[in-house]
């Protein structure tokens, strides 16, 4: 059985979630009805309120290095030209590399 402060944060974030089935939504309730509860759940509410949500932290985001999108651009460079020089080949030498179907 999970102990006080841990049942607390399993609420909270349930409720932080937004989304809660009927039946847990009526537990959350009843849980929230006992003043212990409420205190522990005003406090982890105060300490979310004090760090800032996600949205405020400033979290930097990922970016692959400069040589992995030099060689990623250098690619599609490499088969978008490709694929125009293929589609503009005279059409009896590209028919002659259909081996599969012959």
């Known amino acids: 059985m999970a102990n006080d402060s841990e049942e607390a944060a399993r609420w909270f974030a349930a409720s932080r979630r937004g989304v809660m089935l009927h039946d847990e939504r009526a537990d ?6 006992d003043p212990a509860n409420a205190a522990r759940l005003s406090e982890l509410q105060g300490v979310w309120q004090e760090l800032g949500s996600a949205d405020g932290l400033n ?3 990922y ?3 400069a040589a992995h999108r030099r060689q990623l651009a250098s690619t599609v460079a ?3 030209l490709t694929a125009v ?4 080949i ?3 030498w590209l028919n002659s590399l259909d ?3 012959r």
């Open 78 to 80: 490499f088969m978008s």
């Open 63 to 65: 970016r692959a290095p």
């Open 85 to 88: 020089v293929l589609t503009r």
């Open 28 to 33: 959350y309730g009843r849980w929230r009805c």
């Open 99 to 101: 081996w599969w179907s």
């Open 59 to 61: 979290v930097p985001e």
């Open 90 to 92: 005279d059409n009896v």
